[in-house]
């Protein structure tokens, strides 16, 4: 089991990474290029506030699976 959770956390590290890629090429950046008032406002809360939180969330599930936290002997 516990090799499993070290490869969910490499599945996390992953996710995260296409989570930041897909945000930042379609939701953020071109949001913010637009022009638009309404798209300005979407695309600076999808980078500066919900990017960080999921891609932060995500990092530290994949690191602590990693380091083997999830393990039954740590408790």
Known sequence: MDAIKKILGIVWF????VVLYYGLTVFGIPKIASGKQEDLVFGIIILLILLPIICGGLVVFGWYSLKGEYSHDNM
């Open 14 to 17: 992953a996710l995260a990474a």
